[in-house]
T-cell receptor, first 114, second 108 residues
Framework: EPEVTQTPSHQVTQMGQEVILRCVPISNHLYFYWYRQILGQKVEFLVSFYNNEISEKSEIFDDQFSVERPDGSNFTLKIRSTKLEDSAMYFC????????????FGEGSRLTVL | KNEVEQSPQNLTAQEGEFITINCSYSVGISALHWLQQHPGGGIVSLFMLSSGKKKHGRLIATINIQEKHSSLHITASHPRDSAVYICAAPNTGNQFYFGTGTSLTVIP
């Protein structure tokens, strides 16, 4: 069964460092998403991406964040200068070409900022 | 102000009980998603619905667009149903709003 894969599963970084989280969405999906979940809190939307550009982003997704699809398969989330409050689980998801179809989630990347 | 409200926040049930989780939303949505988050943290999509009712095994999801309300029902609950159930609603621009989740524990 096709699945969304994320790497790394866990990353520990120092405050101020750049972090790149990687996702490989399901191959025929065209809509891609990043979400985050701070420990003990609800899932929060960060950004949606379609046709090689951001279609929606939340207030959380400020200038420190960027996304790209560098090679047609990977979908990356970059945090330019990490802060303590960026510590969270980051989930990537993709959905089918209709865009409002079922979401398929990766297992998540846990980011710990020290 | 939460665009998506879920209730209850926590629910404990005896095995075999019928369970209902509710979700109300205030945003204009294109569809509503019910998600299950396992104790290990992984998230699985259960349903995506824009009208009426869907059924998958012991799970049933309904939505009333006029009342901006959706329910997730679990019939004959089982301990393996223990998880956090999350309601999520994308607006027409595909920005998602999430409920806080309902933590379900089914006791044998």
């Amino acid at each position: 069964e096709p699945e969304v894969t994320q790497t790394p599963s866990h990353q520990v970084t120092q405050m101020g460092q750049e972090v790149i989280l990687r996702c490989v969405p399901i191959s025929n999906h065209l809509y891609f998403y990043w979400y985050r979940q701070i420990l003990g809190q609800k899932v929060e939307f960060l950004v949606s991406f379609y046709n090689n550009e951001i279609s929606e982003k939340s207030e959380i997704f400020d200038d420190q964040f960027s996304v790209e699809r560098p090679d047609g398969s990977n979908f990356t989330l970059k945090i330019r200068s990490t802060k303590l409050e960026d510590s969270a689980m980051y989930f990537c998801a993709s959905s089918d070409p209709t865009g409002y179809g079922e979401l398929f989630f990766g297992e998540g990347s846990r980011l710990t900022v020290l | 102000k939460n665009e998506v409200e879920q209730s209850p926040q926590n629910l404990t049930a005896q095995e075999g009980e019928f369970i209902t989780i509710n979700c109300s939303y205030s945003v204009g949505i294109s569809a509503l998603h019910w998600l299950q988050q396992h104790p290990g943290g992984g998230i699985v999509s259960l349903f995506m619905l824009s009208s009426g009712k869907k059924k998958h095994g012991r799970l049933i999801a309904t939505i009333n667009i006029q009342e901006k309300h959706s329910s997730l029902h679990i019939t004959a609950s089982h301990p393996r149903d223990s998880a956090v159930y999350i309601c999520a609603a994308p607006n027409t621009g595909n920005q998602f709003y999430f409920g806080t989740g309902t933590s379900l524990t089914v006791i044998p």
